[in-house]
């Protein structure tokens, strides 16, 4: 019983004040580069902040599912090229129609995460272990698959449109929305319902704050360890369809280090480390500090150098603010 | 001990008896050593098969990479040396162009194997230093290709002239914009030998030349397609009357160009390097002015013929400049361009 009212607590009542400081953080940020550059507050520029988020956002999303059940991820970034790759691999050198070969691309995302939560909950393996293998190995598959050579979509125009189309655009002129900005909006909202509203979300939940009293409770933990990763995967694959629609090409050599933002992401918006404690909200916000301030940054023609100095102390200081926020408790 | 010696000693031996052979089989090279037409190449690999029973040299090619399509150019190029000079070559490189202790890792175990010469693309032009003094003392020929390194121990460097060539880039952009407004330049990276030259030969060029043009912004995307787009995007943010970018390598121009697209500003003139399928089809189209094109088989193949040479004992030239080519839709067809540009 208790592991069911737990997660509840940890997604309603604890991360509230997390949740409203991060949230607090981003609007600051846009207020600052609002007062700093005429640039910065317009509809373009807004467009261009959400779009370079989509897809650290997607992969963010799937990373805070594991995180949440104390895991952790590091093969999304190569999962994305992976994805990437196949679905290029299906849709270009085999010519199957696009939607199935996007379909095929998720499902090794999905495979590659099964994979990754069968090592960890059958073979035993510390899952930062397994994942830093599993990432290593899909980054050597992608090149093996592609020849080391960019998979370019050109004569699928269709598959460009999946990610940089607007349906919004045709249906009120003038507001052209890229349909990428749609689907991590949706995928958010499906992310945001696993975890407050399903099984999945509940148990991993319970994992993390306690796997062994999780255990001991009659739930079968290696296999909803092994969902939850199989989910990240999904999200990865995802992402990494997104990334080839944007760019029209699945390059093989991108997306490695990508899973460093997405974590930084899920980190900044209050997701705990070791496990029990995160919420979808508070990892878009996070993804979302991380684009303002590159953008913003940029926009002020900050040196690149420090560009990611800054991001880097912003991680910091907001792992930090949740230390201290725990301790006070 | 002793038997790694003796091994060492007869090794040397063969590889001297192997240098004579190879000297006197080849008369014909010297008169016209640059550039062996497809003939005498066939013919000076005929004349080495004997030589092939006693020991073919190896040359191991260390390249600052492999997963991009200019380095499989650079390999094709040097594949083809090493078949016309009948030389056995390896061809292996990090994968990231920042990995410079990844390299010098491949360049300790190229030394371990004895070869008859090294080909080099230093990523690091000071790290490689003591490595190189090593394969001085043991009298192992090195020959530079695509950037060069603050040394004299290599006996040649095969490369483009970065800073002409983006120099270059400036004066099209220049032309192209009517010689006055905003530019910006978008930079692989700030710390290689290339990101370095062609930021700065297209950066003083514009500075020497045109007063009236202006670089508002130089970024660097790390050569990542997708974090190219973003930082270009906020650039147009950023100064919306800007006139025209370049891209110093092809995964910033593909990067510029994206970004150009997704805000519909085709008023943008976008300037890139090297080639790519990508590349190519928007200079076809249009959307891209231009491109500079390196000579990437040029290059593999001059640092390979130059190492057999300099395996061979044969003098040959310092610095071996493999040339630059600008080209748009006007004349990337032409013959002396189109082999140029990969896929």
């Known amino acids: 019983m208790s592991t069911k009212t737990k997660p509840g607590k940890v997604i309603f009542n604890n991360d509230a004040a997390q949740k409203l400081m991060a949230f607090a953080a981003l609007i600051a940020l846009f207020i600052i580069f609002s007062l700093a550059s005429p640039n910065f507050f317009k509809f373009d520029n807004i467009v261009s902040i959400v779009l370079a988020t989509c897809v650290n956002g997607v992969l963010a999303l799937g990373i805070t599912i594991v995180l949440l059940t104390g895991g952790i991820d590091l093969s999304i970034g190569t999962s994305l090229t992976f994805s990437a790759v196949i679905a290029g691999v299906c849709i270009v050198n085999l010519h199957l129609p696009v939607f199935v070969g996007i379909l095929i691309g998720v499902g090794t995302g999905a495979l590659c995460g099964c994979i990754n939560g069968i090592i960890i909950s059958k073979m035993k393996l510390p899952?930062?272990?397994?994942?830093?293998?599993?990432?290593m190995v899909l980054k050597g598959l992608s090149l093996v698959i592609s020849g080391t050579k960019p998979i370019y979509f050109n004569d699928v125009k269709v598959f460009r449109e999946i990610a940089?189309?607007?349906?919004?655009?045709?249906?009120?002129?003038?507001?052209?929305?890229?349909?990428?900005?749609?689907?991590?909006a949706a995928v958010s909202i499906i992310a945001g319902l696993i975890i407050t509203k399903t099984i999945v979300g509940r148990y991993g939940c319970a994992i993390g704050s306690n796997e062994e009293a999780t255990r001991l409770s009659g739930v079968n933990v290696d296999a909803w360890k092994i969902a939850i990763y199989s989910i990240c995967g999904v999200f990865s694959g995802l992402a990494g369809i997104l990334m080839a629609s944007r760019l029209n090409s699945a390059q093989p050599a991108l997306g490695a280090g990508y899973e460093t933002e997405a974590i930084a992401a899920a980190v900044i918006g209050g997701t705990s480390m070791s496990g029990g404690e995160g919420t979808i909200m508070g990892t878009i916000i996070g993804a979302f500090i991380i684009s303002v301030l590159t953008n913003g940054l940029r926009i002020l023609s900050v040196p690149?150098?420090?560009?990611?100095?800054?991001?880097g102390v912003i991680v910091i200081a907001a792992v930090y603010m949740d230390i201290l926020r725990r301790r006070k408790k | 001990m002793k038997m790694r010696k003796t091994v060492t000693v007869l090794l040397s031996l063969l590889l001297v008896l192997s240098l004579f052979a190879g000297c006197g089989s080849k008369p014909a090279e010297s008169t016209q050593s640059a550039s062996p037409d497809p003939s005498q190449g066939a013919e000076s690999s005929q004349s080495a098969e004997p030589q092939?029973?006693?020991?073919?040299?190896?040359?191991?090619?260390?390249?600052?990479?492999?997963?991009h399509q200019f380095w499989q150019a650079v390999k094709m190029g040097a594949e083809k040396a090493a078949k016309d000079y009948n030389v056995e070559i390896t061809f292996e490189g990090p994968e990231y162009e920042t990995q410079v202790d990844k390299q010098i890792e491949m360049?300790?175990?190229?030394?371990?194997?004895?070869?008859?010469?090294?080909?080099?693309?230093?990523?690091?032009?000071?790290?490689?230093?003591p490595l190189l003094e090593r394969a001085q003392a043991a009298g192992i020929p090195v020959i530079g290709f695509d950037s060069g390194v603050d040394s004299d121990i290599p006996l040649a460097t095969a490369s483009t002239d970065n800073i002409l060539a983006a120099g270059y880039a400036a004066d099209k952009m220049a032309e192209l914009i009517g010689g006055e407004g905003e530019v910006a330049v978008v930079v692989h990276d700030q710390t290689s030998g290339t990101g370095i030259g062609r930021r700065d030969g297209f950066v003083n060029r514009i500075k020497e030349k045109y007063p009236n043009i202006k670089i508002v912004d130089i970024?660097?995307?790390?050569?990542?397609?997708?974090?190219?787009?973003?930082?270009?995007?906020?650039?147009?943010?950023?100064?919306?009357?800007?006139?025209?970018?370049?891209?110093?390598?092809?995964?910033?121009?593909?990067?510029?160009?994206?970004?150009?697209?997704?805000?519909?500003r085709d008023d943008i003139v976008v300037i890139g390097?090297?080639?790519?399928?990508?590349?190519?089809?928007?200079?076809?189209?249009?959307q891209m002015a231009g491109a500079i094109?390196?000579?990437?088989?040029?290059?593999?193949?001059?640092?390979?013929?130059?190492?057999?040479?300099a395996a061979n004992g044969e003098t040959i030239e310092k610095n071996i400049d493999t040339g630059f080519k600008y080209y748009d839709k006007t004349n990337m067809d032409q013959e002396d361009i189109a082999p140029l540009l990969y896929d």
Not at chain 1, 127 to 135: E, K, N, S, V
Not at chain 1, 169 to 180: A, D, Q, R
Not at chain 2, 57 to 65: D, F
Not at chain 2, 107 to 126: Q, R
Request: glycine share 10%; proline share 4%; with cysteine.
């Open chain 1, 127 to 135: 899952a930062f272990i397994a994942t830093l293998g599993m990432q």
């Open chain 1, 164 to 184: 940089m189309g607007s349906i919004l655009g045709k249906i009120i002129p003038g507001f052209e929305i890229p349909n990428s900005v749609l689907i991590f």
């Open chain 1, 304 to 311: 690149q150098e420090w560009q990611t100095v800054v991001t």
């Open chain 2, 52 to 67: 092939e029973t006693a020991k073919k040299l190896y040359i191991p090619v260390l390249s600052k990479g492999f997963q």
């Open chain 2, 107 to 129: 360049f300790e175990a190229a030394l371990a194997k004895n070869p008859d010469a090294i080909c080099l693309a230093a990523l690091d032009s000071k790290a490689c230093i």
């Open chain 2, 219 to 264: 970024q660097y995307g790390g050569g990542d397609h997708l974090k190219s787009t973003d930082l270009t995007k906020t650039i147009i943010q950023a100064y919306p009357n800007i006139k025209g970018i370049f891209g110093a390598n092809e995964g910033s121009a593909i990067g510029v160009l994206n970004a150009v697209t997704e805000l519909n």
């Open chain 2, 273 to 286: 390097y090297d080639a790519g399928k990508q590349q190519k089809d928007a200079v076809r189209s249009g």
């Open chain 2, 293 to 309: 094109t390196q000579d990437p088989i040029g290059i593999g193949y001059k640092a390979v013929e130059a190492a057999v040479k």
